[in-house]
């Protein structure tokens, strides 16, 4: 607590988390001086917010920045991360202004908890310091419970943000105790000094690291929904708003990675076997899980937060590996998924009118020829989640086999590979509906609005660009993930 | 001249003709059509030049090479051999008459159906051209796709069911195929020190017996489903016979080349060992493929399916003459390959002219065509008698070479697979008969028309190469020689390396 009072705040790396959470009160504060405030303007002040957020971002690349005494740093690392929260609720932001959405969305409500939601986010990738992990998951969480609930008329939202909120309490429990019982068994809440412990005792020894360790993966494993973590996921993805489904689906995932790998790799030094085996299996598992209870589904949203199980499993393939290649792909699969999914999200929601969502396969029978356009960008995404090139949600996962398959987990990414074919039927079959299926009825929604259309031009271009010319990224993730490894 | 990237500007002409189309307006389908035919045409005369100057050399030519994902040693890197140039020169020659047979039965989303063709055209070639795994893996998955959408939009009656199992079926195969190449990335990798997906690196390293076993398997399980190898061919009759003409005709005529020619290009130079190994079962199932195919075609009420099955059994061939592993059988399948494509591309674009005019594919509705139709008549014995392999036409040539290589090899398999010959003689001349002699009792064929000039142009240029080939195979057979022997050469000097490290490591015991 000493260095904590000496040191110097350097407030210069809260900056971006700051200035989102001003504009998180300055909404907030419209909403309540304005009696009607008109959607637009609170739409511009949170996007504003968002791209302060990211130019500070920008600034602190490579200065490795740390305040508060290293409880919450600057790292690349954890600016990566800052950039893919802010990308993907900046897409969110931009989704939500669709016309449907108009009808319940609570907009003061909505862009604040989402600002704040983020702001949480921020916190967990920066932070190196457990406690501050733990706020920054709560901040999140609860925020995520709001949103959630925020179709207040409709008991479906309701009954998500009731689930949400109790399975997510509970797993809050976890991650609290796993938190207490690594104190208990080094002393300390930093990462670091964590990580020279773990060095200098055998893990065999230490009882409380690995009950700890185990407790925590299970608290981060629910919110990336890990089988068998993942109970929540459909009923929550299938209730919520579409927008903020979309924002759980890429954001709150990658925030549980950031942190997973923070965990993982900055504190578990020299503890490689013993950390793969639960890992490994817990890969398997949710895979397996997500892909095959996938395959059952004809809601397209349950059918994506089964699919977005079955990626948190090819994502955890990459941390199996256990090497730079994998820390790197994880993060460049992070982002892919952001991009593939917010846009397979934003066309739902604009494919919705106020009759309601369009959210049976049935329901999109014959769109090829209906909105032909609309059809071919879902196609690509849906191409894009089955790992097809030349997307980004192959060469993402060509990354996370390859950094297995350097690790000598062969047989991993065999069962993966398994996996990615079980996956194709479902996500071919959105395709085939689209293409091959004549419609009965002339589908109303699909209203290209700029926002819209902004987030959809975005989202192709990432999932093609980085199909396409992924080098760069890669190259840039690889340099920082060797630093915190 | 050398340096001009001519492979590339094959590969993505077709793609740049197809993003052109998405430009145009949905209502004016004859700007559409033309576009698609010049962008097809423009593709296939700027392949010629590759024809013309290439030297009967066994090295890679024109190549190109360029960096792509270089933290992994992915290139894009492009060449071309005695075995590539064929299948390019085939699939770039093939695609505009694709085209212009679907020049008035294609009604529904015109636009769709050629921008699907163009880039499948592209996916294609792209295949063929690519001397570096990863690029080879992305072009291979990328052609799907359009194919998938030919089959499932523009089919037949159960043509969604058709598209996903032809999906499903090579998307299994190939993703196995993904995990090989990764092994053989990191195994090349260790062993040289260099990471690299370049093709003609991989090629030069050895791989222990055991690895090489599951490396042929998983690569080879990819290939044999596209194939199709018997027993993994039930995806082929119904992706036939729902497939719209044109698409039947790029799947029979360039689609399943890349099985074979994944044969060529990885398995026997990256597995030599393996491919001893497995030879007797290759051949085995070969002839099974043979002669099932051609029963199982004997037997068929529709037409379409004739010809598929058919296809199955001429691939048997391929197979077989492949994996005898001398001049003579790689000569004649790689010949064969491009035989195939021809008779039965053409065998497919009759069955849709017969069936743009009465609707029906079955032989039974048929029958006494040959009054009303002379010149169809014509065309179809051509290609019927060619298919057959009669002395004088292409398929005589190529099925002659893989009998005589096979003979060498193994004569027990040459002489089975030589009753495939007859058998499809008698499959292909009943059908003849039945289509086109006796009498003319149907109401509804008495009115058919002849051939239209179009339909003309579409086929005679198929023809010529069939004739030529069957008279003059030399030109063609010239500027494989020297890769084919040199391929021979490689895959028997490693076994034989093999074989000597056995002994010694047998002598010390």
Redesign the interface.
Known sequence: MNDLLTSPINFSVILPVVSLALAGFVVLGVGIFMPKPKRTLLFGISLVGILISSYYTVQLWDQNGSAFGGLVVADNFALTFNLIFLLGAGLCVLMSMNSHERGYLLYTEFFAVLLFATVGMLLMAGSTHLLIMFLGLETLSISLYILAGLKRTEALSLESAFKYFLLGAFSSGFLLYGIAFIYGANGSFDLQKIAVNVASVPLSDNLYMILGGVLIVVGLGFKIAIAPFHMWAPDVYQGAPTPVTAFMATGSKAAGFAALLRVVFSATDGAVPDWTIILWVLAVLTMSVGNLAALGQTNIKRMLAYSSVAHAGYTLVGIVAWNELGASSVIFYLLSYTFMNIGAFAIISMLSTEDGELLEFNDFKGL??HR?LVAVMMALFM?SLAG???TAG?VGK?YL??AA??AGH?PL??IA??N??IS??YY?SVV?VM???KSDSDIKGAVFLPTVSLTLALAMLGTLGLGGW??HF??QF?DFVGRIM | MMNFPILTLITFLPLAGACAIFFIKNDKPKELKITALMTTLATFLVSLPVYVLFEPESTMQFMETRSWIPALGVQFKLGLDGISLFMVLLTTFLTPLVVLSSWNSITKNLKGYLISMLMLETGILGVFVSLDLFLFYVFWEVMLIPMCFLIGIWGGERRIYAAVKFFIYTMVGSLLMLVAILVMYFYHGGQTGNYTFDILALQQINIPLGFQTWLFLAFGLSFAIKVPIFPFHTWLPDAHVEAPTGGSVILAGVLLKMGTYGFLRFCLPFFPDAVSQFTPWIFTLGVIGIIYGALVAMVQPDLKKLVAYSSVSHLGFVMLGIFALNTEGLQGGLLQMVNHGLSTGALFLIVGMLYERRHTRLIADFGGLAKKVPVLTAFFMIVTLSSIGLPGLNGFIGEFLILLGTFMTSKAYAVVAATGIILAAVYMLTMFQRVMFGKLDKEENQQMLDLSKREITVLVPILIFIVFIGVYPNVFLKKMEPTVNELIHSVRQKQAQTLMMDEKSLARK
Do not use: D, R, W
């Open positions: 090829a020829n032909p191409f097809l090139p030349p192959f060509f086999f390859t398959v350097k062969i990414v065999v590979v398994i990615s074919m194709l039927y071919l085939v293409f091959m299926k992924p080098t890669m190259q690889q």
